[in-house]
């Protein structure tokens, strides 16, 4: 009782500390546990600027945030995010300055294989991401493995591994893109098809092995790989190298590969793009900060993601724990791999196969007196705030 007093205590002096805080701000629209707090820290001391970071669990939930009328000064989407603001409406946001970047030089600094991409992108499509958002991580879609358990010939069926559930326990990323992706390719069809028929073979193609068995991860990866829960998952690049990582470190007996399949796969790039509400002389030092090279190599001390620049991608490389990480930090765009694009008829179609598939999916049991303890616990501290604001308004 003692311990619980005292961490409400420390709740209310830290509200009250949080409240008297008038420094000017950074607000960031970004995913959960996507910058360090180191970084954010650095620029704080720097330059007196607190920085407020919203999180959201999907690049839809926060183009949802940006149209309800959210006011951010930066957010941080993934490229057909960001290219569906700026073709639904380009007043969301505000185009980059590059002449006000100069810690960054975007012809000369950007990782190799990541400035031939975004150039290629140019010219396919005429569509230049670069005007709109810099830089932040980029990556590869692959499936992440127990080398020990999962034999080298299913290896090479790719894609395949993911309808072997009366074989091995596999997982796909609970993502629609993600995951459809994963069967169009393997069907031979574009991940950005807005054919219905091809959505409804690669639906098809996922309702097979989800009858063998499958489960459906997120960032609840990190626990039930190195747990053994399951012996391959779809994964990011640099989760996967995060998770690899912490086997190693740990000294966990699991022997653990990673591997993009022959078929194609998911290249992407994430991006920190301006709103329109953006204080641009905060968002500008902020910007020039995290593409620094100082700011950029803080910013990868505990996120295991390609970086943009090449000069700290290549300090990534040299201090990897292992060489299965160190090839992680090189993502090869190959000519079956692809860019997830912005297509309003595609989305819905892979949004509605995916829910459609969805329904039969379970979560994990909700634990009762994890409900108790939660409930107990915030009409507590619920109860206790209110008598310090009744005490405080008595004072007066």
């Known amino acids: ?39 954010i820290k650095a620029f704080s001391k720097k330059h007196g600027i607190k920085v407020v970071i919203d999180e959201f669990a999907s690049n839809e939930e926060a183009i949802t945030f940006i149209k309800s009328g959210a006011e951010y000064d930066l957010i941080l989407p993934s490229e057909y995010a960001l290219e569906q603001l700026i073709v639904e409406n380009p007043e969301y946001l505000k185009k980059v300055d590059w ?41 590869s879609v692959g499936l992440l493995y127990n080398s020990e358990v999962v034999a080298p010939e299913d290896v090479q069926q790719g894609w395949e591994l993911l309808r072997m559930g009366d074989k091995y326990n596999v997982a796909f990323y609970d993502s629609s893109r993600d995951a459809l992706m994963t069967a169009l390719v393997t069907l031979g069809y574009s991940m950005n098809t807005n054919n219905e ?45 995060e998770i690899i ?36 002389e905060n968002v500008y030092k902020f910007l020039n900060h995290i593409l620094s ?52 008829v595609s989305k819905e179609l892979i949004d509605n196969a995916w829910n459609s598939i969805g329904v039969r999916r379970q979560g994990k049991p909700i634990n009762l007196s994890t409900i108790i303890i939660t409930v107990v616990g915030g009409v507590l501290v619920v109860g206790v705030i209110a008598t310090f604001i009744i005490v405080r308004r008595k004072r007066r």
Request: proline share 3%; hydrophobic share 40%.
């Open 1 to 39: 009782m003692k311990r619980l007093f005292l961490v409400l205590i420390l709740f209310l002096f830290v509200q009250s500390v949080v409240a008297c805080d008038k420094r000017p701000e950074v607000k960031i629209l970004a995913p959960g546990e996507y910058m360090t707090e180191e970084t």
């Open 99 to 139: 002449n006000k970047i100069t810690t960054f030089n975007k012809e000369t600094d950007l990782s190799n294989g990541l400035d031939e991409l975004l150039n290629n992108l140019k010219v396919d499509s005429g569509f230049d991401l670069l005007e709109y958002g810099v830089p932040y991580f980029w990556g």
């Open 197 to 241: 028929e091809e959505v409804n073979a690669a639906k098809a193609w996922i309702e097979v092995g989800a009858k063998k068995g499958v489960g459906y991860l997120t960032d609840d990866i990190f626990d039930e790989i190195p747990n053994k829960n399951y012996d391959v998952a779809m994964a990011y690049s640099g989760d996967a190298a």
């Open 245 to 280: 990582y912490r086997v190693y470190d740990e000294e966990i007996d699991l022997q653990l590969d990673f591997v993009t399949p022959e078929v194609g796969t998911n290249i992407w790039i994430d991006f920190l793009a301006i709103h329109s509400s953006a204080n641009e």
């Open 293 to 344: 090279y100082d700011g950029a190599l803080e910013n990868t001390r505990s996120l295991f993601y390609a970086s943009p620049r090449e000069d700290v991608r290549q300090g990534q490389i040299r201090t990897a724990s292992t060489e299965r990480i160190k090839e992680l930090y090189t993502i090869d765009f190959r000519e079956q791999d692809e860019i997830f694009r912005f297509d309003p």
